[in-house]
């Protein structure tokens, strides 16, 4: 006796629900994890800038011979006179469309000054990741290749001494003697003033200026990483996997590239979403030395100007980016390692 075609449909109909998958839950539960983070940030940078002393209205004043009248008028406009929970409630209104509020640090509406400010830091950051993740594996690498050796030794003092010192140092004795000294690279600055160059030539000035103020940056790390990658190295390569394929005749640069390096790879990963957000504190000093006009150099100058719109506006977006790549980080875990499930 056949089947009818409602109970054959019956039985071979699978349920589609793009909800009730790991990675759209996964999805959805950070993404309500980073609206809280980013709540939190709000709320708590916005009490930490009032509890400060003095306000935008008392370093416009200190400018100029204003009046007790004047400066009252002042406060009223930018609603400085509202209690503090109406102008958080206030403030966070206009976040939600975006809208950050007016820098009368810079004459322009916060969003405006971001935009521009941004992207600035974010090739720093996004270079020093790059540079110091790639150079920390390497000598890890290197080092535990030759673990006991020479050239192990070596690597450990050249990453003691990088660890040890610190960005602020290292940038002040590049500017010394590469750009002092030796005057082959720039001071300050993103780009040559005036510059017309378009283009690779472009990329090549910018690239100029930024390579003292990454590798001041990226020092540390290169250390952190190195250590890490060692360890990790000499830890997988003593898994049954690798010994197998060395049994199997398959040669060592193989062996360590592409079989032991993706699993040592996990921890450095790791490192890289702790490593952005500690990037971006540090830029503030790094920005400052070599003058770039970034996130950084823009909060340094919002905290002297009591410009609260701006490092509120600074702030929230450091944290919101911070937060993305971090999520970003997470889905390469699995791409590394398919063994790790989505909690």
């Known amino acids: 006796m056949s089947a009818s075609p409602t109970s054959a449909t019956r039985q071979t109909a699978v349920p589609f629900h793009f909800l009730s998958g790991p990675l759209p839950r996964y999805v959805l539960r950070r993404l309500s994890q980073a609206v809280l983070v980013l709540l939190l940030v709000i709320v708590g940078s916005f009490f930490l ?28 406009q930018y609603g400085l006179d509202q209690p503090l929970l109406v102008q958080l409630f206030l403030y966070m209104k206009r976040l939600v469309t975006l809208d950050f509020g007016y820098s009368p640090l810079n004459a322009a509406p916060v969003l405006d000054v971001i935009m521009q400010r941004w992207p600035v830091t974010a090739i720093l950051v996004a270079s020093s990741v790059v540079v110091s993740m790639t150079l920390g594996a390497l000598l ?23 660890y040890a ?53 990226c020092t540390f790390y290169i250390a952190i ?7 990790a190295m000499l830890e997988v390569l003593k898994l049954d996997y690798v010994r197998t394929a060395r049994a199997k005749g398959i040669s060592e640069r193989r062996v360590i590239y592409v079989h032991a390096l993706r699993n040592a790879m996990l921890p450095l990963v790791t490192m890289a979403g702790l490593q952005v957000s500690a ?17 950084g150099r823009t909060a340094f100058d919002a905290v002297f100007e009591r410009d609260t719109n701006l490092l509120l506006g600074v702030l ?27 909690t």
């Open 140 to 162: 890890g690498v290197v080092s535990a290749r030759n673990a006991g050796k020479p050239i192990d030794l070596a690597i450990s003092m050249v990453m003691l001494l990088f």
């Open 279 to 295: 990037l971006v504190g540090g830029a503030v000093l790094i920005e400052t030395i070599f003058g770039l006009p970034g996130m």
């Open 316 to 342: 929230f977006i450091s944290s919101l980016s911070v937060v993305v790549v971090n999520f970003i980080i997470d889905l390469l875990y699995m791409v590394l390692d398919p063994r790790v499930e989505l």
């Open 49 to 76: 800038l009032k509890m400060a002393p003095g306000d935008l209205v008392d370093v416009l004043a200190g400018n100029s011979d204003m009046t007790a009248e004047q400066m009252a008028a002042l406060r009223t």
């Open 225 to 231: 990483y190195g250590r890490i990658g060692r360890a």
């Open 165 to 217: 010192t610190p960005s602020f140092v290292i940038a002040i004795c590049f500017i010394l003697f590469f750009s002092v000294f030796l005057g082959v690279m720039p001071i300050a600055g993103f780009a040559t003033v005036g510059t017309q160059a378009t283009g690779l030539a472009y990329a090549w000035d910018v690239a100029k200026h930024l390579a003292m103020p990454v590798a001041a940056l």
